[in-house]
C-alpha cells in the first residue's frame, strides 16, 4: 500500500525506516478512504494516528477550507495530532490549525482567516468558535474522535454531541479508542467496527520492585540518579504527586511534575527538557498523561500499582511503542500490592543497587 502513497510520503517513509504499515492503519484506510463511518480499536503505541491521518489527507482538497475536523479530549494530545498532522500535510500542499482553551481565541479567529483545511481541538473551545460562527460546520466532510473512550465521558461529551449536530448529513464520522469501552448507542448509524483490541504488545517488560511504603520516594530519588535513566512516573493521587515533586526535588533529584494546573507554554516546555534527557522522572496521573507521546521512552514508573487494568495498560501503552522495546516498573509496598499486580501483567521481580538494576 505504501507503494501508491505520493512520492514525497514515500520519500519521508523511507528516511524512518518505515516499510509496512501497522494492523490498524492498514485496515483501517480502505473503510476511511471509501468514506464510510468506523470505529477503531487499537492498543495504545500501534500507530492509531497515522491510521486515519493517512487516508484522511489524501482526501483533502487543497485550498478549500475546513474540510477535516480532528477532536481531542485534552490539550497534551491535540498538540500531539497537530505536530504528526502538520508533518505529513504540508508536503501535500495542506494547512492545519490547533484550537485549545487557554490560547488567544481571537489569534485563532485570524488564523482561520487564512483557511486552513484542518482543524484540530479540544471539544470546549472547538464549540465555541462554531457558535461564533467562526468554524463552519456545514464546510466539514469528516470529523475524527481521537481516545474517543475519553471524549464519552461527562465533562467532553455535551460538547461533542453538540459539535457532531452541526454538520451536514453526508458527513463522515471516524471514532478511535485505545479501549473497547465504547457505548454502540453513542455511534452514528452504519458505523464499520475495527476491533483490535487483543493485539499483545510483547515489546514491553513488566517488572515490581518490592519497596517499604516510607521509601518508596527514595527509591524514586534513586531511580533518577542512574546514568540516562528516563521514567515517566504515574501516581494515582494528584496530593501524591504534589507532595512527591516537592520531596524530590528538595533532595535534589531531577524530577518534574506535569500538574493538570501548569499552563499550556510550561508544559510544552517540561516536555521538551523530558524528551531531550534533561529531566530524568517525569511525574504524571492518568489525566494528564493520557495524550503523552514520548518517542522511544524507555520506562515507564508506577509509584503504586494503578487503580485498574485499563489504567495499568494505558500507563504501559507510553513505552514500547510502534514496535521498539520498553519496560513498566511498579513499586509493591504488600503481598496484596503483588497479587493485584499480576491480574493486570506477568511481571518479574527487579532490584536496586549501586546505581543500576538488576532482575532476580
Do not use: C
Amino acid at each position: 500500500m505504501i507503494n501508491t502513497f505520493p512520492t514525497v510520503w514515500q520519500d519521508k517513509l523511507s528516511a524512518l525506516n518505515f516499510s509496512q504499515l501497522t494492523a490498524i492503519q492498514e485496515k483501517a484506510f480502505p473503510i476511511i478512504s471509501d468514506g464510510d463511518n468506523l470505529l477503531g480499536i487499537s492498543p495504545t503505541g500501534t500507530g492509531k494516528t497515522l491510521a486515519y491521518l493517512f487516508p484522511s489527507l489524501l482526501k483533502l482538497k487543497p485550498k478549500k477550507s475546513q474540510q477535516l475536523l480532528i477532536l481531542a479530549p485534552n490539550t497534551e494530545l491535540a498538540g500531539q495530532i497537530f505536530d504528526v498532522t502538520k508533518e505529513w500535510a504540508e508536503p501535500l500542499g495542506l494547512t492545519a490549525q490547533l484550537f485549545l482553551s487557554g490560547s488567544s481565541q481571537k489569534r485563532q479567529i485570524e488564523r482561520l482567516k487564512k483557511g486552513p483545511e484542518i482543524l484540530i481541538g479540544t471539544p470546549g473551545r472547538v464549540f465555541e468558535l462554531i457558535k461564533l460562527k467562526k468554524i463552519k460546520m456545514m464546510n466539514v466532510d469528516t470529523i475524527i474522535l481521537d481516545e474517543f473512550d475519553e471524549l464519552l465521558s461527562d465533562s467532553q461529551y455535551h460538547f461533542v454531541s453538540k459539535i457532531t449536530n452541526h454538520v451536514s448529513r453526508d458527513h463522515q464520522l471516524i471514532y478511535m479508542s485505545a479501549t473497547n469501552k465504547v457505548d454502540p448507542e453513542s455511534l452514528a448509524d452504519n458505523t464499520i467496527l475495527l476491533d483490535l483490541s487483543d493485539q499483545k504488545l510483547d515489546t514491553i517488560t513488566h517488572y515490581y520492585l518490592q519497596v517499604d511504603k516510607r521509601d518508596r520516594l527514595e527509591i524514586l530519588r534513586k531511580l533518577s540518579n542512574i546514568p540516562d535513566f528516563r521514567g515517566l512516573t504515574f501516581f494515582n493521587s494528584l496530593s501524591d504527586l504534589g507532595a512527591a515533586e516537592e520531596r524530590l526535588q528538595f533532595n535534589n533529584a531531577s524530577a518534574v511534575s506535569l500538574a493538570s494546573d501548569v499552563n499550556v507554554k510550561f508544559r510544552k516546555v517540561i516536555l521538551e527538557k523530558f524528551k531531550n534527557h534533561e529531566i530524568a522522572l517525569l511525574l504524571a496521573t492518568d489525566l494528564v498523561a493520557r495524550g503523552i507521546d514520548i518517542e522511544n521512552l524507555e520506562v515507564v514508573v508506577n509509584f503504586e500499582v494503578p487503580r485498574d487494568l485499563e489504567s495499568y495498560t494505558h500507563r504501559a501503552g507510553r513505552t514500547g511503542r510502534m514496535g521498539k522495546t520498553g519496560s513498566v516498573i511498579t513499586l509493591v509496598t504488600h503481598k496484596e500490592d503483588l497479587k493485584k499486580l499480576k491480574k493486570f501483567a506477568q511481571v518479574s521481580e527487579v532490584t536496586l543497587k549501586n546505581q543500576s538494576l538488576h532482575t532476580k
